[in-house]
């Protein structure tokens, strides 16, 4: 059972920077991928940015791209979100997902591991 460790989360002006990582306790195959979820209260998980094992390749939301950029450090069994330029807009609890075996990383659905989350607000 592989478990994930969110860490990072802290409150923030707008235009201000952050960076969340997120721990695994085993090593993620390369067949798998790992991601960043949010969900703002009232509203549903979105996923943020999607980072796949093999390649190191990711795909971000729309409301992201050129101010989020994942990453992975593998010596680590660690990912990380590198958020810029933050909008009040990206308050929401960030969760961190895995999947170990190979196929579809586009939906929460796909995850098999989930961490408990870290809360980002951003405030003026």
């Known amino acids: 059972q592989v478990q994930l460790v969110e860490s990072g989360g802290a409150s923030v002006h707008p235009g201000g920077s952050l960076r969340l990582s997120c721990a695994a306790s085993?090593?993620?195959?390369?067949?798998?991928?790992m991601a960043w979820f949010r969900q703002a209260p009232g509203k549903e998980r979105e996923v943020v940015a999607t980072?796949?094992?093999?390649?190191?390749?990711?795909s971000y939301a729309d409301s992201v791209k050129g101010r989020f950029t994942a990453s992975q450090d593998n010596a680590k069994n660690t990912l990380y979100l590198q958020m810029s330029s933050v909008k009040s807009e990206d308050t929401a609890m960030y969760y961190c997902?895995?999947?170990?075996?190979?196929?579809?990383?586009?939906?929460?659905?796909?995850?098999?591991?989930w961490g408990q989350g870290t809360q980002v607000t951003v405030s003026s």
């Open positions: 980072l796949y094992r093999r390649t190191g390749g990711t």
């Open positions: 997902a895995a999947r170990r075996r190979g196929g579809s990383c586009l939906r929460d659905l796909d995850y098999e591991y």
């Open positions: 085993e090593y993620i195959p390369e067949s798998g991928c």
